[in-house]
């Protein structure tokens, strides 16, 4: 018997897959659990109108997941941070870090699809990739610069 799967089965095949199964496996478990649903000519044609619809959908989602990676790409990220002899930090920049900058330019991205692989430890430039939905990756220019030190008030001044 010729059936649509509805879902993926083990060992079976995948949604949507038009596979032959042995009549009473379908009779008996794949149509009772509502698995698969028997494959005539309307339910072939009602599954391609679903699936048309469906990757037009995604077509669609992808264009604006692409819209925002490329808004986020633009984005270039200073972050000041404190830092000694020879440009060490004192720290480190972490995903976190660049999370809040990005949240301080108006765009939001969660901290765990930031791509990086060991926190940022000197000074200089960073490419840092954020994995977005779909397969799209976006690419963050982060910019780590030594903190300018705040002058200090002088004696004469605090103690008056």
Known sequence: MKVILQETLEGVGHLGDL???????????LLPRRKAVEADSRSI??????????????????????????????VSLTIEMQ???????FGSVTTKDIAEGLA??????????????????????????????????????VRVVKQQEAEEPSASEAKG
């Open 104 to 141: 301080a330019q108006g765009i939001t991205v969660d901290r765990r699809k930031i791509q990086l692989a060991q926190p940022i430890k000197e000074l200089g430039t960073v490419s840092v990739p954020i994995k977005m939905p779909r397969d799209v990756v976006a690419t963050v220019t």
């Open 19 to 29: 596979i032959n199964v042995a009549d009473g496996f379908a009779r008996n478990y």
């Open 83 to 89: 830092a000694g002899k020879d440009d060490k930090l």
């Open 45 to 74: 044609k009602a599954f391609e109108h679903v699936k048309r619809v469906a990757a037009e959908k995604a077509k669609k989602e992808k264009l604006e997941i692409e819209a925002h990676a490329a808004k986020v790409s633009a």
